[in-house]
């Protein structure tokens, strides 16, 4: 009995500690649940479970264009059970649209316009979210191909007008485009992005830090929040909270591996991010609930220190 209470007043205590700071979830908790075929009926099926597990929010996603129509007669459905268990929608990741930035045959294509405006649409639904995330892919180079600089800079040119359309479309219907950049692609890594706002002159488009693309890709994590402070701002509009061992791009439970969190969170919380920090976990279905619920843990413990260094005047250990 006594254990008990002293558990009950821990809880407590790491409660008053992450007050205004929140924890959800990418798509990877669904579709490790329900495989990439996930559903919206699947989706609100588990709902109940994340707020049992102690989070606040979860992401949205469509993970196949075909998924499109089911959102659009169904996401109103899913928006009441979100809001039934008061978890918030925090970005919309639209994994499909990756397979317009892919190839060169696909950046050529259309693929991604019109397909973005029934986003926006499906959005209608979920009013608290607000950002889009396009996924920009490891390029696909058929073997045994050649390339000239001529071909490589229509390539990227495309690319840069196709991220520009959508990004157009995106804040003209008052929502925030963010890019997540996995390893290999054709934007390449943070650079590689902050030279694509400078080309498109925008001072608005955001990243989505996936820690595990980003630590794959040889980037320093503990900087990366520094890099992205543009004019006094944080451009880092969500997160992919996932670990692994910098070598290989795999989305284990954060703490499971080599990612430094307690200096990536501390540079995060000094940025000034206040967005939801979103686990990506991927495992078997059996060990969703257990992967999870130890990550957030780990989380929450290092947040509930760093804000006592905050709340002790110490500014998260800031570095000179």
């Known amino acids: 009995m006594a254990r ?33 075929d996930f559903t919206v009926e ?8 994340l707020r049992a597990l102690g989070f606040d929010g979860f992401q949205l996603e469509i993970y196949h264009v075909d998924r499109l129509e089911e959102w659009e007669t169904k996401g109103a459905m899913l928006a009441s059970v979100a809001q039934e268990e008061g978890l918030i929608p925090t970005q919309f990741v639209g994994h499909f649209l990756l397979h317009g930035f892919e190839s060169l045959e696909t950046l050529r294509s259309a693929f991604g ?15 608290e979210c607000r950002v ?21 800079e229509d390539m990227y040119q495309r690319l840069v007008e196709k991220v ?28 590689g992005f902050l030279k694509l706002r400078s080309l498109l002159g925008s001072t608005t488009l955001g990243y989505n830090f996936d820690t595990g693309h980003a630590f794959s890709s040889k980037e320093i994590l503990p900087f990366v929040p520094a890099r992205l402070t543009l004019d006094g701002s944080c451009f ?12 290989e791009n795999l989305a284990l439970a954060p703490g499971k591996a080599g990612v430094p969190w307690e200096d990536l969170l501390r540079n995060l919380l000094l940025a000034g991010y206040r967005g939801s920090l979103d686990l990506e976990i991927v495992c078997k279905a059996e060990q969703v609930a257990k992967e999870y619920g130890r990550g957030l843990r780990f989380l929450q413990t290092i947040v509930a220190s760093l804000m006592v260094e905050q709340m002790a005047g110490l500014p998260l250990k800031k570095s000179n």
């Open 113 to 127: 316009i019109e397909e973005m405006k029934r986003v926006l649409d499906i959005l209608k639904d979920f009013p």
């Open 164 to 191: 520009a359309f959508q990004l157009e479309i995106v804040e003209a219907a008052g929502f925030r485009m963010a890019l997540e950049i996995v390893p290999s692609s054709l934007l390449g890594g943070i650079e």
């Open 42 to 49: 699947q989706i609100a099926q588990a709902l109940p479970d």
């Open 236 to 247: 880092i509009y969500g997160t992919h909270l996932k670990d692994n061992w910098g070598t």
């Open 4 to 36: 008990k209470v002293q558990l009950m007043a821990q809880q407590e205590e790491l409660k008053r500690r992450l007050r205004g700071i929140s924890f959800g979830v990418s798509p990877a908790y669904f579709f490790s649940r329900f495989t990439t």
């Open 132 to 152: 889009i995330t396009v996924p920009i892919p490891a390029f696909q180079i058929p073997a045994g191909s050649v390339w000239d600089r001529e071909t490589y």
